[in-house]
T-cell receptor, first 111, second 111 residues
Framework: DTAVSQTPKYLVTQMGNDKSIKCEQN?????MYWYKQDSKKFLKIMFS???????INETVPNRFSPKSPDKAHLNLHINSLELGDSAVYFC??????????FGEGSRLTVL | KQEVTQIPAALSVPEGENLVLNCSFT??????LQWFRQDPGKGLTSLLL?????REQTSGRLNASLDKSSGRSTLYIAASQPGDSATYLC??????????FGTGTRLTIIP
């Protein structure tokens, strides 16, 4: 059983479109995260939710909107996609302040 | 500003040798430090987590140390194998809820 699963794994879309990435964890964790890995492979946190409450909201354009319907799910919706949004987006989960477990990543390509 | 630095960015080592990867961080007020490995096109795999009250953690051929006062951690890999080739990432949980990543060291083990 996959601990942290993201869908889709690959996403190719045109500029201006809206897309969503879904994340689910079956580890019973109370905290979930979205990280962005850019072309230089640097990982930067975007959002974090603890018990469905937003606790980290980094300097991210408001075109990015996370949503946590329950503790096991954290989805990421992106409006009006731009070329610079092309990256790999990683979902992760943990007990708060504990070891993080990552999904396999969702590679977004904006044309 | 809380930053995590990993030097060198890339390292090549003959198979069978022992090696050390370095990580430094700017703020000694940390919750924990984690080491991950990332294989090309894959997600991150957690290797070791050291709590702020600990000095080291061991798992198989891996040993991670933590010196908060100097803001340094090392990951020691014994008897390196070609399967150890990957990018190794150090990440620090600072008191601001954020797990901050270093830029990684790309390790190549030469058969």
């Amino acid at each position: 059983d996959t601990a942290v699963s993201q869908t889709p794994k690959y996403l190719v879309t045109q500029m201006g479109n809206d897309k969503s990435i879904k994340c689910e964890q079956n580890l019973g964790h109370d905290t979930m995260y979205w990280y962005k890995q850019d072309s230089k492979k640097f990982l930067k946190i975007m959002f974090s939710y603890n018990n469905k409450e937003l606790i980290i909201n980094e300097t991210v354009p408001n075109r990015f909107s996370p949503k946590s319907p329950d503790k096991a799910h954290l989805n990421l919706h992106i409006n009006s996609l731009e070329l610079g949004d092309s990256a790999v987006y990683f979902c992760a989960s943990s007990h708060r302040y504990r070891e993080l477990f990552f999904g396999e990543g969702s590679r977004l390509t904006v044309l | 500003k809380q930053e995590v630095t990993q030097i060198p960015a890339a390292l090549s080592v003959p198979e069978g040798e022992n090696l050390v990867l370095n990580c430094s961080f700017t703020d000694s007020a940390i919750y924990n430090l984690q080491w991950f490995r990332q294989d090309p096109g894959k997600g991150l795999t957690s290797l070791l987590l050291i709590q702020s009250s600990q000095r080291e953690q061991t798992s198989g051929r891996l040993n991670a140390s933590l010196d908060k006062s100097s803001g340094r951690s090392t990951l020691y890999i014994a008897a390196s194998q070609p399967g150890d080739s990957a990018t190794y990432l150090c990440a620090v949980f600072f008191g601001n809820e954020k797990l901050t990543f270093g830029t990684g060291t790309r390790l190549t083990i030469i058969p």
